[in-house]
Structure formats: C-alpha cells, structure tokens
C-alpha cells in the first residue's frame, strides 16, 4: 500500500519548478480561484484506491465528465486524482464527515454513491441522499454493500484508458461491486486523501472512519 508516494510525486513536482513569469503567475491565480475546485477544500477528501495501480497519481471516486460539467447522470468511475493540481475537484470531492458515517456524498451535486436497485446491486448510481446507510468500511479496507456484505467496491482490473486531458494524460478504470476476493485485494482497498491545514494527508479508510 503506497501511502506516501503520492507526497513525494508532488515533492518532485515542486522541486522541478522553474521561476514564473507574470503571466504564468496570473494563470495560476486564475486556476486556485475558478469554480471547479471547493471553496470548503477542509470538509472534502478523495476517496482513493491505495494501490496506484498505473498512475503515479493514484485513482479517485469520480463523477464521469469534468469537474463543474460532471453529469451525475452517467454515473461514477475511478480516475486519475486531481490533488496534485493542489485541490480537490468537486466531482471527486466527498464530505469528510458523511464518509465518516458510510455515506459516499458528493456535496457540490447534492448526491450520493447506491446500488442502482436492489435487483441489479452490482452497478452503482448518483442520486439524492436518504437516511440509510448503503456502505461498511471494514478492517481490510474494503468497501462493502451493507445488505450484502460479499460484495466490495472494486475498480476493474487491466490496462487503464485514457482520459480526456492531464499532463501526463488522465487516466480512467471503471468502477462497480464486486464479490470480495483475498487474491484481487489491489483493486478494492481504499484510503482517504485530502488536505490539513495546507498540507495532504493519506490516510486507510478504517483508519479515517473510526476516528
């Protein structure tokens, strides 16, 4: 489980930068201050695969489309996370506190992550929050369906596609339910990441629910 990885990818980042002339330093302002990121980046995390599988970055909870255009419509899929860019996005930013409780809340869109039906709990939805609590966190760090607790959220295995922007490009895997396997623990172990007082802490999903 590489916990820390993601602090030094941003380390290097910071370490490779060259002086920034006066336009490039109005861009970044422009980029801090536009409407895609939480103006409350405290009470928001990523949730994240602990494994990074092909991406140095690491694979979020994502809500499909970019960022303020994320149609929740389409559901959810796991994608590159957008913390290097020193931020959470909203369409992977969760509220801290209803993750705490099991709920996977996205607060910008005013949804959370469910079973489509109880017919079909494999696939997952967007829709508004009720008052059940759909998910357990369990010591493994795995995510399981309280009603059924043999199945886990998993990210698919194979080669990852690409996304539609990032240098280098995002990277994207789908993301479903699945039946919990010992052999296959990469693909659905989760953590937490987010940021503290400027600073972004990793942190396992047992770890971070039961504090």
């Not at 201050?33 to 909870?61: A, Q, T, Y």
């Not at 590159?80 to 506190?97: E, F, R």
């Not at 369906?145 to 080669?159: E, F, H, P, Q, Y």
Request: glycine content about 8%; proline content about 3%; some cysteine.
């Amino acid at each position: 489980m590489n916990l820390g990885i993601d602090e030094f990818y941003f380390v290097q980042l910071a370490k490779g930068m060259k002086p920034i002339k006066t336009l490039l330093t109005i861009l970044f302002i422009s980029l801090l201050s536009s409407p895609s990121w939480s103006e409350s980046e405290v009470h928001m995390v990523e949730l994240k695969l602990l494994n990074n599988l092909d991406d140095i970055r690491g694979f979020c909870i994502d809500i499909k489309g970019h960022k303020l255009k994320a149609k929740i419509s389409r559901g959810i899929q796991v994608h590159s996370c957008y913390s290097y860019q020193g931020k959470i996005a909203v369409d992977q930013g969760l509220d801290a506190n209803k993750l705490k409780q099991k709920q996977l809340f996205f607060p910008y869109f005013d949804v959370c992550v469910r079973p489509a039906s109880s017919n079909n709990p494999m696939n997952l939805s967007l829709i508004k929050c009720g008052n059940t609590q759909e998910f357990v966190f369990t010591q493994d760090n795995t995510i399981r369906l309280k009603s059924n607790k043999n199945l886990c959220l998993t990210v698919a295995k194979g080669n990852s596609r690409n996304g539609g922007g990032g240098s280098p490009l995002h990277l994207i895997r789908n993301l479903s339910m699945q039946i919990c396997n010992e052999q296959k623990s990469i693909y659905k172990t989760w953590g937490v990441r987010g940021f503290k007082k400027g600073l972004l802490f990793t942190e396992e999903i047992s770890k971070f629910s039961s504090n």
